[in-house]
Nanobody, 127 residues
């Protein structure tokens, strides 16, 4: 059974940086994707960034390209999202997720319906 626990959210001024962490317990093999999604009040949840565990291929939403970096530390069983040059429109609840079939290879940051495991979320507020 896989459990995901996010941390690192908080309040930051526009232009600032935050790093989100997602601690992974349980086994995720090397044909899977791990991703960050976010949901702002009144909006649908959207994909932000995804990484393929088998080779490290990364995918980003256009809105965060060049500002956010997703990474996976296998030794620490932790997924990260480094967020730089934050904007007020980045304000949202951020969720970590994992699938079992490498869906990001087909869907990129979309395809949230393919993700089986989800964390509880961590709030990011940019003012």
């Amino acid at each position: 059974h896989v459990q995901l626990v996010e941390s690192g959210g908080g309040s930051v001024q526009a232009g600032g940086s935050l790093t989100l962490s997602c601690a992974v317990s349980g086994y995720i093999d090397n044909h899977a994707c791990m991703a960050w999604f976010r949901q702002a009040p009144g909006k649908e949840r959207e994909g932000v960034a995804a990484i393929y565990t088998g080779g490290g291929t990364r995918y980003y939403a256009d809105s965060v390209k060049g500002r956010f970096t997703i990474s996976l530390d296998n030794a620490k069983n932790t997924l990260y999202l480094q967020m730089n040059s934050l904007k007020p429109e980045d304000t949202a609840m951020y969720y970590c997720a994992a699938d079992r079939g490498g869906s990001c290879l087909m869907w990129g940051v979309r395809g949230q319906h393919e993700y089986k495991y989800w964390g509880q979320g961590t709030q990011v507020t940019v003012s």
